[in-house]
């Protein structure tokens, strides 16, 4: 059975960070690009940060570009995204996608920004 579990969201006030796992299993995580996405109120799903199958290669949309990290551990089967200098913006449902050929996501963790 495929699963991808999110965890790490929250409340969290302006310019504090949080950090989102992904723990994934049913199927080999280290041949699979990982990607977080989001989902704000109103808005549609968009795409915050991918990282290949290595951990090597990495993009970010410009809204977060220098603020998160994406990272993996393929022994660990888990995929990371650690938010910093987080702004109201920022809050949505966060999902992980993994990739290859066909696609799993997760059930999204929800990260709110507010003071």
């Known amino acids: 059975q495929v699963q991808l579990v999110e965890s790490g969201g929250g409340l969290v006030q302006p310019g504090r960070s949080l950090n989102l796992s992904c723990t994934a299993s049913g199927f080999s995580f280290r041949l699979y690009a990982m990607s977080w996405y989001r989902r704000a109120p109103g808005k549609e799903r968009e795409l915050v940060a991918r990282?290949?199958?290595?951990?090597?290669?990495?993009n970010y949309a410009d809204s977060v570009k220098g603020r998160f990290t994406i990272s993996r551990d393929n022994a660990k089967s888990s995929v990371y995204l650690q938010m910093n200098n987080l702004i109201p913006e920022d809050t949505a449902v966060y999902y992980c996608r993994a990739f290859y050929g066909k696609e799993y996501w997760g059930q999204g963790t929800q990260v709110t920004v507010s003071s």
């Open positions: 990282v290949t199958t290595t951990g090597i290669g990495t």
